[in-house]
């Protein structure tokens, strides 16, 4: 595949790592780390490459991205994140409510979604999407729609100050939303977005326009 200027980019900032081991998830990481994991070919022998992620980020509150090979830490970087190995390379993204991509890019553009680790908050969504099926696509079904009424309200709410600016209003003139909510109501609307962000980012889910305006 051939590599862009801002991939070249992404693939400098990772950084040697320094050989501490990954320690194993507790369940109060819950909402505070993610782990994934793919096993590639390395010379010939299966290598377990180990993405984690911490979301609180480092004490200078950056967000890295730590590449393990077979549970030692060999590469650090800042998020976006890009490492290269056998075969490809490793793409390491994060939305606002989690993680948006952590994927496997083979040479031949083919893509492989790195597996959850089953403690962590990511694993315990695959799997109850693989338990009840129906329940789940339920609950991706719901967090879209809080996400699209949040939005479309929101933007209503907020068209009309943006409306009465000046040269914005002698152009096109102000415009009066015809949804006024109460205070509990939009603290409500807020809060279902930021809790549907939060489930689709469990699923590696995320489009622009949806998961970029949900405000977590």
């Known amino acids: ?45 299966p290598v377990v490459h180990t993405v984690e992620v911490r979301h609180g980020g ?14 030692v830490l060999r590469f650090e970087s800042r998020l976006p994140a890009r490492f290269l190995v056998e ?13 948006r991509r952590c994927h496997f890019v083979a040479h031949d553009g083919t893509t492989r979604a790195l597996v959850p680790d089953p403690r962590s908050a990511e694993g315990r969504r695959m799997r109850f999407a693989r338990d009840h099926p129906r329940s789940s696509a339920i609950i991706g079904a719901a967090s879209i729609v809080l996400l699209v009424v949040g939005i479309g309200l929101g933007a209503l709410q907020a068209a009309g100050p943006v409306s009465e600016i000046p040269p914005i209003a002698a152009t096109l003139g102000t415009f009066q ?22 489930e689709r980012a469990l699923r590696m889910q995320y489009h622009w326009l949806l998961d970029s305006g949900a405000g977590t």
Not at 25 to 42: A, G, N, T
Not at 87 to 99: A, T
């Open 87 to 99: 075969g490809g390379h490793i793409e390491v993204r994060k939305s606002p409510g989690g993680m």
């Open 58 to 71: 480092d004490s200078n509150g950056v967000v890295r991205a730590g590449l393990y090979l077979d549970g």
């Open 1 to 45: 595949m051939n590599e862009s200027w801002n991939d070249r980019r992404l693939t400098r900032r990772a950084r040697p790592g320094d050989g501490r081991p990954l320690t194993p998830f507790r369940w109060w990481q819950l909402f505070r780390r993610s782990v994934l994991s793919i096993s590639l070919e390395h010379a010939g022998t």
């Open 177 to 198: 939303s015809p949804v006024r909510l109460p205070a509990w109501l939009n603290l409500c609307l807020g809060i279902g977005a930021s809790a549907a962000a939060v």
